[in-house]
């Protein structure tokens, strides 16, 4: 077993309190300012010559205690609140840097400033870019500026003798200035001559204009901004943390199959050289990850049978979430599905394939897993000394132990559930879908995760937990950079503009990004059950286009699979989670094209490549769901119209204006209705799935929508930038 580190001691279970806000005093100098400018003032200082007020900074998750999540490589705005009291000039600088310490308490001497930008109503906007995967701190820094304030009140001023004493104002703020510019002897030299040229003109008998052009000169004022005067500054009290990870995290397609039925053989166990034989073909479709559920030795006491049968068969294979048997654990590979070596072979060819291996990590155990005879004390045993086997009743699950997370040996369990995150890390593995965490201890997914990442930045972990919302947010907010979804019961008009809604725009966008699957082996829907191919083709497009991150389970849902077990359940009759299944692929009725033209559609369209700007549009029908999307520069507009109803034709009006579509775009100089002459007067709608084109003028706009054809509209909106009757002028 590895030697423990870095664990949280027994008098401080919680791992991330050194997270928590911490009130900045520091006296270092910031980039960009002298090392004189003076202390730095905590927020309710007991100096009441600081003046400035920073009331918040944005995005602040619970106060700080939590990271934002962002891009690396991405542009992060970050807004403050912040003002003064009378109409003295305030200035506003966001301090950012790379935590490479743990220490929310800790700016370094490197850390870089940006000047914010005031946006209106006392906000403060400023953007950094963080440049690779990792955790970010960020604060705002304001004080108000004597200079700014004096040469604003200056270019008002037009009495000869006011602009006489206000030149010799300036000409002490700018010997205080060259004082400051210590480490500049070229702009000390400068404000020092700038400054008895003030003098010598306040005391002469010379042009007020002249001398008042003089104190606003512009290469002055500049240098003079080089050196502000920041005695009296105030910084936020928190140095909020911000994790960048790859874009994956931000985008990604997902397809799960089971290794043991890729055998192209009916009867005969899958191995990886026989999914490295599917990789073209699932490329192809356009996913990006492949995810195994679990590779590991399958316990055989307490196996479960075929469709989840309390006996097992001599041939039943199990079920591969029951970890562990005499052949190792969550570290070792079931040697039915090959050797190490045919693993580290086959998460190569994905790559070159443009796929990436995930895998699944499961912290459970079989009951002949090697972790319950070497660490009996890691389970609960019963008075009748037997161990606890996994329950949500009525769900039995008799071949499953749960980790005892507060058993004595906490520290030596949390260490080698870390090492098994690290053991595949070194086969190649830099994503994990995680089965039910929510079931697990939350102190252990924040330290485990802030350790992998620290280590491994570019880890992606998903959480897989159908549970209560504050459960899935607080995990999100504990490490998790991607989390299932309600997505799969979430089936009518409202339900699912609610539920999209409270996602893009709620409080969790700024840590909880959600991956949509429409099926899991777990979750067959009542709506998929009827096998009407409309259904499952609006499923899929719905997922693909209101979440950046979507999954399918297959080949299930590409081959239309949609018998349940019985009567009201959700598992799928025959279900690969207890048995081998032969797939073919070829099925007449497949949706392997449609899928495969879906996954090109997202690739091509950066408006799907997030989530934070979709907005649903009004149809008058109930059966028609109409959103948006645009990309981060508006030049990129998807609009998606989807059919609910699987049987019949149904249509509607549909609301979207011009001033909707300018409005997409950041570049334009201000808002559509000031401008209405910058609004095209009709625009084009390229429907990528049918590829048929459509002109739509004014406010309201006619679709139809018939399943048996096509269930739904994928639009790109293309801007007319040539004459009226010619579709190829448009953009």
């Known amino acids: 077993m590895p030697k423990p580190d870095n664990l949280p001691s027994p008098s401080q279970p919680n791992p991330a309190a050194s997270a928590s806000p911490v009130a900045a005093t520091a006296t270092a100098a910031a980039p960009g300012r002298s090392a004189t400018a003076g202390t730095v003032h905590p927020i309710g200082g007991a100096d009441g010559r600081v003046r400035a ?56 001497a490197d850390a870089i400033e940006v000047a914010m930008q005031a946006s209106g109503n006392d906000e403060w906007i400023a953007d950094f870019t963080p440049p690779e995967p990792g955790l970010y701190r960020y604060t705002v820094a304001a004080w108000v500026d004597p200079f700014e304030s004096w040469r604003r009140e200056l270019e008002r001023r037009v009495d000869p003798q006011d602009i006489r004493i206000a030149a010799r104002v300036g000409a002490a703020e700018a010997l205080a200035a060259a004082q400051r510019a210590d480490k500049s002897p ?108 679990p590779i590991h030795p399958i316990g055989r006491v307490q196996r479960k049978g075929k469709n989840n049968a309390l006996a097992a068969a001599p041939d039943d294979v199990g079920s ?78 008799q071949d499953i132990y749960p980790f005892n997370f507060e058993c004595d040996d906490w520290r030596g369990l949390w260490s ?34 802030a350790e992998i990442q620290r280590d491994h ?50 409080p969790g966008r700024d840590y909880f990004r959600p991956n949509a699957w429409p099926n899991t082996p777990d979750i067959l829907h009542d709506h998929l059950q009827g096998g009407e191919p409309a259904v499952f083709m609006s499923r899929l497009v719905m997922a693909a ?44 009725g497949n949706l392997r094209a449609f899928i495969t033209r879906v996954n090109q559609i997202r690739r091509e369209n950066p408006a799907l490549h997030a989530d934070h700007s979709l907005r649903f549009l009004h149809v008058d029908n109930d059966q028609l769901l109409a959103y948006m999307k645009h990309s981060a520069d508006g030049q990129n507009i998807v609009v998606t119209v989807v059919n609910l109803d699987p049987h019949h034709p149904q249509s509607g009006w549909l609301r979207l204006s011009a001033a909707d579509i300018a409005a997409t775009d ?55 930038v040539g004459r009226h009757d010619d579709f190829d002028h448009f953009e």
């Open 53 to 108: 007020v920073v009331e918040a900074v944005l995005p602040c998750v619970d106060g700080g205690r939590f990271a934002a999540k962002r891009v690396a490589g991405e542009p992060a705005r970050i807004t403050a609140h912040c003002f003064t009291d009378g109409h003295d000039v305030l200035r506003v600088a966001l301090q950012w840097w790379r935590d490479t310490s743990g220490d929310a308490t800790a700016q370094p």
């Open 186 to 293: 070229p702009d000390r030299r400068d404000l020092t001559a700038w400054a008895e040229a003030l003098e010598r003109g306040a005391q002469a008998e010379g042009s007020a204009d002249a001398l008042k052009a003089l104190a606003l000169d512009e290469a002055a004022a500049a240098a003079m901004r080089r050196h502000p005067d920041r005695r009296f500054e105030v910084r936020y009290p928190t140095a909020l943390p911000l994790r960048a990870d790859r874009e994956r995290a931000r985008y990604s397609s997902w397809y799960e199959l089971f290794p043991r039925s890729a055998s192209s053989t009916a009867g005969v166990h899958g191995t990886f050289r026989d999914v490295e034989a599917r990789l073209p073909d699932i490329a192809a479709m356009g996913f990006d990850v492949l995810y195994f559920p």
């Open 320 to 397: 591969p979430w029951a970890i562990g048997a005499q052949e190792g654990g969550h570290k070792a590979i079931l040697p039915e599905l090959g050797t190490v070596q045919d693993f580290r072979r086959l998460v190569v060819a994905a790559k070159e394939q443009g796929l990436e291996v995930a895998l699944d990590i499961a912290f459970q155990c079989a009951p002949d897993h090697p972790y319950v005879k070497e660490h009996p004390d890691w389970f609960r045993w019963r008075p009748d000394g037997t161990v606890q086997y996994a329950e949500n009743p009525p769900k039995k699950y």
């Open 416 to 449: 080698e559930l870390k090492s098994v995150f690290e053991h595949w890390i070194g086969e190649g593995v830099r994503i994990f879908r995680v089965d039910n965490p929510h079931t697990k201890a939350f102190p252990f997914w924040e330290w485990v995760i």
């Open 457 to 506: 930045p570019d880890t992606i972990f998903l959480a897989e937990a159908f549970t209560r919302p504050k459960v899935m947010h607080g995990l999100a907010k504990r490490g998790f950079t991607q989390s299932y979804t309600y997505y799969t019961w979430r089936n009518t008009k409202q339900e699912l503009t609610e539920y999209f809604t409270e996602l893009a725009t709620g």
């Open 545 to 588: 286009t209101l979440a950046a991150s979507y999954g399918i389970y297959g080949p299930a849902y590409e081959l239309l699979e949609h018998l349940p077990r019985g009567p009201g359940s959700e598992e799928y009759l025959d279900s690969e989670k207890y048995q081998l299944r032969h797939w073919d692929l070829e099925r007449p």
């Open 666 to 720: 950041p570049s334009a100089p201000d808002t559509p209705a000031l401008h209405p002459e910058l609004l095209p007067a009709d625009w084009q709608m390229h429907d990528l799935l049918s590829h048929q084109r459509f002109v739509w003028q004014g406010e309201a706009h006619y679709v139809l929508l018939d399943p048996h054809r096509s269930p739904a509209h994928v639009f790109v909106v293309r801007r007319r």
